[in-house]
């Protein structure tokens, strides 16, 4: 037979002592005269106000309606004894105490007392803290038994300041805990009086019957408080954290709440103990475990009708053993196993309306070779659960976090960003980069190849390679004094759902040719091939590859040094037809024939000063320069100096086409530099006439600056140190001893600045104090040294490049601060965003929200009520009604994270993956799984689907 159907065939639904109404006592001291407290509860304990003498005086403004002054000198109220009063009596029973206070730090003032007139030692109060202790401001509670045996607890808020507090204490057989204006107090009230290890024989009924407000009433009172008492509540259950903000609110619950306490000792050796987990809801169930018994002991439970009555058995033979039932059945459960356990059946609580408040003692007992053992006791009082619910109404974006989130949450409805994404790649971490060689702050991301490892993304279920340069973030910060580089052949587009902080270094430049490279060679017939052109920056162009050493046999193509690449707009843009040519020429072969025969050796007759120009600039929204053979070691022949080489084609500034967004048109990567000609500067004559050495060859152009584009969806800011760079490549400097001979490059060209495209909604959160640089590079220069004369050349510089910012409304270039490349007034760098410009995902988090419990509850469902084009839509995924959000083709989909979160709304310790789900029905996985207290979530808006949805209320139910 089941515990359960054993249990109430007893008769228990008929013999346990029923009440409709946990109420013990409402005293809402409401009055504007007279001198009785008024119990609004079913029990109508009317309380006596005593040495109150100035009536109506002590009634005042309360926290609802009036309340009661007291005077600190003589002032009290009494309350009547009767059933569940006083509500604290030492053997498990649960109770609540709720009550407004308004007073000042005063030293151990009592503000409501349990205590008894014929003794000094019970009571059971709440004062003021000890000045000594420096606790006066504090709630101290005080607990003392007819033994002498005192606990004190206070709180860790300040409760005495002047000004009104709600204290809300609830109690389950000592496990205690005290809320503070509905939230729960950080400090220890789980004092355990009367509770499983540490209560003994001796802690039997309290002796209380003196019951007071405002003062300790004993044979005499003394203690009196100083302030003011608002709605004064009992309650005959442990209250939730949903009731305690109800209450505080102004609410009253006439709801028993189920409890469940285990309270006194086991006897035996182990001692004998009995566990229970599982809730005395009704329709509920309760699990049993009894340990620590002898191994193959019989076993049986007992079992009672509350409440507990702690009666010694010493009498029968069994010292040290307490019987807390009374007059309890008996359930053989079988034997304990080879460890002395044994779990029982569960304990089915019936769905009986008329079962409510009523209470079970449950009680261990088994008997072996060792003898008799009693455990401890279990008391489950019946309740109904308390449906919690935490709801975010889009009043204000106090729930939002805004450094991860982009949109709005503001009177009653959450809009989505235009930009952000779905932050998949979580936020960003420099760190996550490749260090430079050679540096210890610079860290490299390559877009087209870079994984973000799965720790490290949002959701948390696998690596994420980004092939493409997109990337999503919830949040992105470059740190002061750290250097962040994008590159890659495909521009860096950073979607970032919240906030943008640059006070660091960003940058997509393009790359600078080696200084090292050797031109030439002494080998006989030996052709050193060109320096290969610079790398552009994220999706720019490379430079041009120099030109091979000439053989002297004449001008073949190897010879000739390569252009640099164009601007490289998108498929899209309608840059596209303009930048043709804007990659800088490659620098011409001198002397021009290739020939042996052409090279002329005008320093000293033996050495050759030829040198040709080097590579050109390329070009962009301002035109690079020639590459320019400046002297050569004589000034006198004019056959050394090679032509100048040929800059790229200047780019129009270009608006966009209709119906193109401004991320495909204005994000354009720079054009290269030309690649540097071949020439015999510093060879001798005797190296060409016996045929020893082959020419020079060029050195490389620079690339082109890279394309960096900024999708934000809440603020952008760039600290006053910080810098957004797409600067071109250049800048060699290259010295050339006369020893060793050979190793005289011809300068490639600089590429041009590339682009950066800033998009955010509102331009009242960009904050610009730092650098915009989309220079082109400068020049580099070769300078070689013979006996005591030099020759150089110059590489062209890089044209500038361009900067695009965008908001929604009226913009002024002036909002860019600093933009170093192009000269002012930056026309079309800024505009407004265009009706259609977006991405067709964002998404925002709300915050940490809490249930206020300590322990993880029941999550029942979530309830998201939302606009679709003006039409009411739910989606849910209650098991009553499902029709749930989980699906990337829906207009929205909804995510939801569990953790233990505080009272505060602080995450404690690692939150549990993402889940689609609430309720966890169906074996679907929920924050069910994760012993949650608390949750945050993520709204994903999809445009694509739909572009006219309104959130209006998001709400998460379970039971409390």
Known sequence: MSISRLTFALGVSTSLALAQSPQLGDWRLDSSSGFIAQDSGPNARHGVLVGFNADPAQWVAGRFGNALAFDGLDDRVDLPLGAGLPFFVGTGEAFSLCFWVRGAAADRDTVLALASSTSSLPIFAFNTGPTLAGASDKLELVVRNAQGIATTRRSSRVVFDGTWHHLAYVEAAGNARLYVDGVLDPASFDDRFGARGSRTAQYGQYPFNRVALGALVQNQASGHFAGALDEVQIYACALTAHDVAAIAAGARTNQFRPSLAEFGVGCGAGPLELAAQGSPVLGGDVGLLIHGGQPGALAALAIAAGPAQAQSLAALGLPGCTLYGTSPSLVPLGNLDAFGALATPRLAIPAATNLLGASLVLQAASAGLGGIETSNAVLAVFGVRSQGAILETFANDAGLDREHSGGSWSGGNALAARFGGRGIHGEFDHRLGTLLPGTTNTFVFDTGNFTVPRARTLFGESDLLISDGRFEFTSFVVPAGIRVLFRGPHPAILRVLGTVRIDGELSVDGESPAADYLAGSTLPNVSVQGQPGALGGAGGGAGGKGADGCDGSGPQPRFLAQPGHDARPTANSGYLPFVFGSGGRGGALHPQSGQDSSVVFSYFAVISGMLAGGGGGGSFLAQGTAGTALNSFTNTQPLDLGPNSTPGTLVPFVAAPLGVSSLDHFLVGGAGGG?????????????????QRAWNAGAGGAGGGGALAFRVGHALAVGSNGVLAARGGGGVLSTNAALPVFGCA??????????????????????????????????????????????????????????????????????LGTVLGPPAPLPGFVGSLTAGEGDARSACFSRWRSSGLTTAPRWLHYRVRALVRGTPVIFSDDPNAFAPANLDSLPLRIRFQGGLVDGNGELVGAPGPWRDFVNGDGGRASIQLDGATGFRFMLVFNRDVEQDLVIEDVDVFFDA
Do not use: F, K, Y
């Not at 690649?675 to 045929?691: A, D, F, K, R, Y």
């Not at 020049?779 to 006996?787: C, I, P």
């Open 746 to 815: 011809s300068p490639g060209g600089a590429g041009s600045g590339g682009s950066i495209v800033l998009q955010l909604e509102d331009l009242g959160l960009l904050t610009q104090l730092g650098t915009i640089d989309v220079s082109g590079g400068p020049a580099s220069q070769q300078t070689t040294t013979r006996v005591s004369a030099q020759a150089r050349s110059s590489g062209g510089a890089g044209g500038h490049g361009a900067v695009r910012l965008e908001c929604a409304g009226p913009i002024t270039s002036a909002a």
């Open 675 to 691: 690649g540097g000609g071949s020439q015999p500067l510093n060879m001798l004559s005797s190296e060409i006439t016996v045929g």
